[in-house]
C-alpha cells in the first residue's frame, strides 16, 4: 500500500506539472491573439493618420503593425498545432488577414496618386472596415476557444494538486497507522513470551516441591511428571510459533525493525536490514551498529541512540550517509525496553525510507518559489505600466487644455471679424453674402464646442463620471449636421430608426 501510495504521489506530481504547463501554454495562444488584434489596430491608426496628416511616418506604424499582424499569425500557427479546430481557423483566418493588409497597401497607394477616384478609396475602405469585422469576430471566437480550454485546464490543475495532497495524506497516515500495528504486534508477542517463560519457572517450582513432599507416591510423581513435560513442550512450541509469527510479520514490512542492546549491538533485524545494507541477519546480530551502518551514519545518529537509552521515546528525520557512498532520508521511531528494575536493556527501532517523499517536497518548494518570484516580478511590472500610463495621461490632460487654448483663439477671432464686416457692410453685402457669414460664424462656434468637447472628453478618465439619461435622437441630428459638407460631397444618403 506505501509502494503504491508512492508511485501514486509521483504520478500525481507529473500531471500537476503538465497541467500548469498546459495553462502557460494556454495563455500564450491568448497573449498572440492579442498581438493580431493589435497589429490590426495600429496597422488601421497608420492608415488614418497618413489619410489625415499625409506624414511618411504614419505609414511606418502602417508597416510594424503589419509585420506584427504576420509574426503573431506564423507563432499562433506554432502554438496551436496540436488543435485541430484552431488550426482550421486559422487557415480561414490567415486569408482574410492577407487581404486586409492588401486593401490598405491599395488604400494608400490611391491617396498617394494625385488624380486617385474618390470613389474608389470609399469602396476600399468599406471593404477594409468590413474585413476587420470579419476578422476580429474570427479573433473573438478563438479566444474564446481558448479561455474555455483555460478554465478546464485551471481546474485539471486544481484538481491534480488536491489529489496529490490527498494522496500524501493517506500515505503519511497509512505509514503511522502500520508503525503503531507492529509496535503493538511486538509488544503483545513479548508480553506473551515473558508470560510464558513465567509460567514455565512457576511449573518447575511446583514440580520440585512435589518431588520432594512426594517421594513415597513415586507413581503418581511419575505421571504427574509426564503430563507437565507435555505441557512444557506444548509451550515451547507455542512460543516457537510465535516467534515465526513475529518474523513473517516483520519480515513482510518495508521498513527497518531491530532490537538494540545497551551496547549498541544487534540482536534482532528482519529482512529489509539484508536488502539495505547487503548482509545477512546472522552476519548483523551481533554487530555494533557502526559496523553495519557504517562510521559517517552511526555518528549522525548516535545522540538519538543516547536519548532512548536513557529511557525517553525518539522520533526524527534526517538525512543519513550511509558507508556504500549512498544517502537516504529516514524517518525513525526509537521506543526503549526496560528491564524489569527500570533499567533499559536497549531498545526497538522502526525505520522507513522518507526519500521520494523529501524529494517530492523539495519539488514542490522549488516550484512555489518560483511562482513567488514570477508574481513578484510581475506585480512590479505592472506599477511600472501604471505609473507610466498616469503619467500619460497627465501630459495628454495638459496638452488638451493648451491645445483647445490655443485653437479657440483664431476660432474668436474669425467669429469677431466676420460679425464686424456684417455690421460695418450691411448695406453692401447681399442676401447670400450676410447668408455666408452666417454660415462661417456657426461653423467657428461649432469648431469651439468641438474643442471644449473633445477637453472634456480628455478628462473623462481622470474625473468622477456622472452619468444621465441621454437622447440618442438629438445627438444623432447634431453629428449629422456637423457632417453635412461631408455628406453632401459623398452624396451619402443617412437613414435610421428611433433612437432610445
Known sequence: ML?????ESYLNARKLTE??????HTHQVLETLSQILNGMNNAERGRRGYLLLKDD??????????????????????????????????????PLIDQRLALLQQFVDLKQQINANQNSRVAILKQTISLQQEIEARLQTMEAEERLLLQKRSDATDASAQQAILI????????FCLLVGVFFVLQKQIRS????????????????????ERTAELSQVNALLRGELIERKQAERALAESEKQIRLITDALPVLISYVDSERRYRFSNRAYEQWFGYSRAEINGQHISQILGESAYQAIAPYADIVLAGQDVTYERLLPYKDGGARWINAIYLPDFGEQGIVRGYFALISDITDRKQAEQALQQMNEALETKVQERTVALKHLNDDLMRSNQELEQFAYIASHDLQEPL?????????????YHDRLDESAQEYADYIVDGAKR??????????????????????PTDCNTILSQVLHTLQAAIAESN???????LP
Open 3 to 7: 509502494g503504491g501510495t508512492a508511485v
Open 19 to 24: 497541467s500548469r504547463q498546459l495553462v502557460e
Open 57 to 94: 511616418r504614419e505609414l511606418e506604424t502602417l508597416r510594424l503593425g503589419a509585420q506584427t499582424m504576420t509574426r503573431a499569425v506564423i507563432d499562433l500557427r506554432q502554438l496551436t498545432h496540436d488543435n485541430p479546430t484552431q488550426q482550421r481557423r486559422l487557415d480561414e483566418l490567415e
Open 168 to 175: 500524501a495524506s493517506i500515505g503519511y497516515v497509512l505509514s
Open 193 to 212: 513470551r515473558q508470560q510464558a517463560e513465567v509460567a514455565l519457572q512457576q511449573a518447575n517450582d511446583k514440580l520440585e516441591t512435589k518431588v520432594q
Open 412 to 424: 474668436r477671432a474669425i467669429t469677431g471679424y466676420t460679425q464686424l464686416l456684417v455690421q460695418d
Open 447 to 468: 469648431m469651439q464646442q468641438l474643442i471644449q468637447d473633445l477637453l472634456l472628453y480628455s478628462r473623462v478618465g481622470t474625473r468622477e463620471l456622472i452619468f444621465a
Open 492 to 498: 451619402a444618403v443617412i437613414t435610421h430608426d428611433p
